[in-house]
């Protein structure tokens, strides 16, 4: 299946891992870095600010990418990707400079502001409903096992070896930059009215029309409330197993609740990596729609079990349960959200369907409080409500969907 997608997916899935490779032993420890230096509160405010920069810059470069074209828009984010790495190398060759490093970190939430959005695009652009699920089921992999290898990679070198981490992020945007540029082309040409496009009235009229899709408001609502369950675990599940957890001994090992929840969500992405591309030849040819609400089920279940249990038998179980729901929605939902999306907006829906991550963070946020107040039982009770709220929201947004072609049919 790998040798029939089209180039553009095999270089995109290519280039995103070898950034995520590197870029995961760095930003990771952003948030150390800024503490250590500039103070907690301070830390706090400026990752917050880089935080609505990226929300603003994916929301323009949605817009971009339909109106200047794909390729064009990416390469001008991976031209500001490079500049943002080397700034920040810069600023740390003769010792910490926080305020470059800051500055170079803005540079880089609007350069992926401008690159996802129109790699997404892309992806949609050549892709089919044959292959979306079986090529969404491999970026899922890519990105887990890049992540997973470039933590561990970081978490041992981020404190004596923070240059070097940066010389290589400079480094492989270089390799990214030119493999985009060799291999991509472009999949939708630059609108006739591109200029006049780029206005703010044009983009607040694309964006209109965007929250005025019922069935695609609806389907964002859904995926908003399944993420918000995945977000509770650096929250409540790591507050609950580190102030609940027994700690045990296991061959000369202590075994303490931080320590649990770092071995469950080893458990998780190695799970993932190893069964991603069996679970995909499953899925491939197959009706999206019932592996994906199974897959909703599973995980609402297996975070309601973190949520609820400090015992480590169960954890795991739950941990393997919502593994295989991961594995199962996250590559159906995907190819499904691409039938939701007008082939002229393409940039603008999915820079827009890419702030359920950022929405779902601050709901789940409150999973701390709530958490204190209701307890565990009643913190998973909500999981499970959310998961199914997040399915039913799903399948009237599909329904909708299906009901408006044949009323245009």
Request: with cysteine; aromatic share 8%; proline share 4%.
């Amino acid at each position: 299946m790998w040798r029939t997608l089209h180039p553009n997916v095999k270089t995109r899935i290519t280039t995103s891992f070898l950034s995520r490779v590197v870029g995961s032993m760095v930003f990771p420890f952003m948030a150390i870095y800024f503490t250590t230096h500039l103070g907690a509160a301070l830390a706090g405010t400026l990752l917050l600010a880089a935080g609505i920069v990226q929300f603003l810059a994916g929301l323009y470069g949605g817009a971009l990418a339909d109106a200047l074209g794909r390729r064009r828009t990416l390469l001008t984010g991976e031209g500001l990707k490079l500049l943002a790495f080397t700034l920040m190398l810069l600023g740390n060759l003769h010792g910490p400079n926080p305020w470059l490093t800051f500055a170079a970190l803005l540079l880089v939430n609007v350069s992926g502001g401008l690159i996802n959005p129109a790699a997404e695009a892309m992806l949609v652009d050549v892709s089919t409903p044959d292959t979306r699920t079986f090529m969404y089921a491999v970026n899922y992999w890519a990105v887990n096992l890049s992540i997973l290898i470039g933590t561990l990679i970081g978490g041992w070198l981020y404190h004596d070896h923070f240059t070097l981490l940066l010389a290589l992020l400079v480094g492989m945007s270089v390799l990214t930059a030119a493999l985009c540029f060799a291999l991509m082309t472009e999949t939708r040409a630059a609108s006739p009215t591109a200029r006049a496009d780029l206005g703010l009235t044009p983009l607040l009229r694309s964006y209109a029309q965007v929250i005025t899709d019922r069935p695609f408001l609806l389907f964002v609502l859904g995926g908003i409330l399944i993420l918000s369950i995945e977000f509770t675990r650096t929250n409540h599940i790591a507050v609950h197993l580190a102030q609940n957890f027994p700690h045990a001994d296991w061959h000369g090992l202590t075994l303490d609740g931080v320590r649990a929840a770092s071995v469950l969500t080893a458990i998780n992405t190695l799970l993932i990596v190893a069964l991603t591309a069996p679970v995909a030849r499953w899925l491939t040819g197959r009706d999206p729609h019932r592996p994906m609400h199974a897959g909703f089920a599973l995980f609402a279940i297996g975070f309601a079990g973190l949520a609820y249990s400090t015992h480590l038998p169960t954890l795991i179980a739950a941990s393997v349960i919502l593994s295989i729901g991961e594995l199962l929605y996250v590559p159906t939902r995907q190819a499904l959200l691409s039938d939701l999306i007008p082939e002229e907006r393409r940039g603008a829906y999915l820079a827009t369907h890419g702030q359920v991550f950022t929405i779902s963070k601050w709901i789940a946020a409150l999973g701390l409080p709530v958490g204190a107040a209701i307890g565990g039982a009643g913190m998973a009770a909500a999981l499970l409500l959310l998961g199914a709220l997040g399915s039913l929201l799903t399948a009237l947004a599909l329904r909708r969907t299906v009901g408006e072609r044949m009323a245009r049919a």
